[in-house]
């Protein structure tokens, strides 16, 4: 869990090295996507998944706490123009209840600060009838989930009422999704 939004210098670093990974294809064709889809990824970082799924859903906006990652995401995307970026973060969503049709994290979910609180707001901005997914890294460390983690969130989005919560495996990355009621 990061305590402050990332340094313009870490973000800066951060999105050369992590500029476009396989996981933010992953996402993007898990979530199977349609065009009619109004899309959310939480922590975002530079904006690559948003901009790959901004090919086909009606609206695309991500969000991340750090004002200079969502700096870049906006710069890199300048040419796409269903792409969207605010800042904020998972425990206080700057939309209104049941906005989205799909919303992810992928790889923000272990630096959350309160992640019982940001699944919630989370659940909270997908219409019903929509997804949420949560995609981190097969890890046993810090970074990522182990099995064990990714079933614990599983069981967690089936308490807050998700329906047909599920562990998938993809390219080394858990999927752990639902769909709100």
């Not at 294809?25 to 349609?34: E, F, I, N, P, Y």
């Not at 123009?81 to 923000?108: M, N, R």
């Not at 998938?168 to 999704?177: K, R």
């Given at each position: 869990?990061?305590?402050?939004?990332?340094?313009?210098?870490?973000?800066?670093?951060y999105?050369?090295?992590?500029?476009?990974?396989?996981?933010n294809?992953?996402?993007?064709?898990?979530?199977?996507?349609?065009p009619?889809?109004?899309?959310?990824?939480?922590?975002?970082?530079?904006?690559?998944?948003?901009r790959?799924?901004?090919?086909?859903?009606?609206?695309?906006?991500?969000v991340?706490?750090?004002?200079?990652?969502?700096?870049?995401?906006?710069?890199?995307?300048s040419a796409v123009?269903?792409?969207?970026?605010?800042?904020?973060?998972?425990?206080?969503?700057?939309?209104?209840?049941?906005?989205?049709?799909?919303?992810?994290?992928?790889?923000?979910?272990?630096?959350?600060?309160?992640?019982?609180?940001?699944?919630?707001?989370?659940?909270?901005?997908?219409?019903?009838?929509g997804?949420?997914?949560?995609?981190?890294?097969?890890?046993?460390?810090?970074?990522?989930?182990?099995?064990?983690?990714?079933?614990?969130?599983?069981?967690?989005?089936?308490?807050?009422?998700?329906?047909?919560?599920?562990v998938?495996?993809?390219?080394?990355?858990?999927?752990?999704?639902g769909?709100?009621?």
């Open positions: 869990m990061d305590e402050q939004p990332w340094t313009k210098f870490k973000s800066t670093i999105s050369w090295l992590w500029r476009n990974p396989r996981s294809r992953v996402v993007v064709d898990v979530a199977a996507l349609s009619a889809d109004h899309t959310l990824d939480i922590g975002c970082g530079p904006g690559a998944a948003v790959h799924a901004a090919a086909t859903v009606e609206r695309a906006v991500g991340d706490r750090s004002p200079d990652m969502v700096d870049i995401a906006k710069r890199r995307s123009p269903k792409a969207e970026f605010q800042i904020g973060q998972a425990e206080d969503l700057p939309f209104e209840t049941g906005t989205f049709t799909v919303v992810w994290s992928a790889h923000s979910y272990h630096h959350w600060e309160d992640k019982e609180a940001g699944l919630i707001e989370a659940k909270r901005v997908v219409q019903p009838g997804r949420l997914l949560i995609v981190e890294t097969k890890s046993s460390g810090e970074h990522g989930l182990s099995l064990d983690g990714a079933l614990e969130l599983s069981k967690r989005l089936e308490a807050l009422g998700l329906v047909d919560p599920s998938e495996l993809h390219h080394s990355n858990y999927v752990v999704s769909t709100v009621a």
